[in-house]
C-alpha cells in the first residue's frame, strides 16, 4: 500500500467510528506514525508504507475509535503557542482556556501568582514563560497531575514553584494574583458529555459537584485570605455560571467585578479585585 492508501483507509476507519473531524485525526497519527509533515507527504504519497510504521499506525488509530482524545495518544497539546505534555491525569488544556492566560499577561509583571487547580500547569506555566512574574506557584490536589505539571515547567524553561494541596489546604503567604480554572461540571451532566471528556478526562478535573459551584464557593471565600491589597481573582466559568459566580464575589467583598467573554462569545471569565487585605 502507497502512503496514501494507509492515510485514506486511516480517514475511513474513524470516520466509520463515528469520530468527530475523522480527516484532521487520521491525519495527525499519521503524520506521528510516519513522522511526515504536510509538504513531505506530498512529494512522497505514491511512495510503499513502511511496515513497522503501519502497525503502529493501525494501534493508534484502534485508540482513537475507541474516543481517547487525540491528545492522550499523541500525549502532547499546544497552549499559548507553547507545547504541553498530556494523560490521562490531567485536563486537557482548551483554547478557551487561553483567553484567561491572554487576560492576565497584561497585568502579570512584577507580581507573585498562584495557579490553583494547575492540572497540566497550562496557566502558570504560560504566565511563566511569557510574561514577567515575580513568582509562580502551580498547586492541585493531584500528584500525577504536578508530575505532568513539573515535566511541562521543565520543557517550556518556566521557573516555577509547585505545592500539592487540596485548594488552599498546604498554600502559605500572600499573592497579587490566584487565577484557577477549577472543576466546574455540574455531577449530574458528566454522563451527557462528548466520550472523549467522560471516559477519558479526569473526573477529579471535571466534576464541581451537584451544582457545579462547589469550588468556586472555597476559592471565593479562602482566597481573600491569600491576595494581597488590589489582587486579583481570576476564574474560569462554565458559560451559564458568570452570575452565580459573580454575586457570590459581591457577596464576599470583591470590587471591580467583570465577565469576560470567550471567541464564542459565551460568558468564560470572572474577574475581580480585594481593595484590602482581608
Ligand atoms: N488549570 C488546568 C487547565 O486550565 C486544569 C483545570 C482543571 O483540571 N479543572 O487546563
Known sequence: MTLRDVLKRGEAELSEAGVPEAECNAWYLFSRCFSLERSGYFLRQEEPAGEKECAEYSKLLALRRTRMPLEYILHETEFMGLTFSVDERVLIPRQDTEILAEELLKVCEGRDVLDLCTGSGCI???????????????????????????????????????????????????????????????????????????????????????????????????????????????????ADQGQAVSSRMEQWGYHDIEIKKDLAGLDRIVWAVVKEEM
Not at 152 to 169: I, K, P, R, T, Y
Open 124 to 238: 502558570g506555566i504560560s504566565l511563566a514563560v511569557l510574561g514577567k512574574c515575580r513568582s509562580v506557584l502551580l498547586s492541585d490536589i493531584s500528584a500525577g497531575a504536578l508530575e505532568i505539571a513539573g515535566r511541562n515547567a521543565d520543557g517550556n524553561g518556566a521557573a516555577v514553584s509547585m505545592v500539592q494541596s487540596d485548594l488552599f489546604e498546604n498554600i502559605r503567604g500572600r499573592f497579587d494574583i490566584i487565577v484557577s480554572n477549577p472543576p466546574y461540571i455540574p455531577s449530574g451532566q458528566i454522563a451527557s458529555l462528548m466520550p472523549e471528556v467522560r471516559d477519558y478526562e479526569p473526573r477529579t478535573a471535571l466534576d464541581g459537584h451537584e451544582d457545579g459551584l462547589a469550588f468556586y464557593r472555597c476559592i471565593i471565600k479562602e482566597s481573600r485570605g491569600f491576595l494581597r491589597r488590589n489582587g486579583i481573582l481570576a476564574l474560569e466559568i462554565g
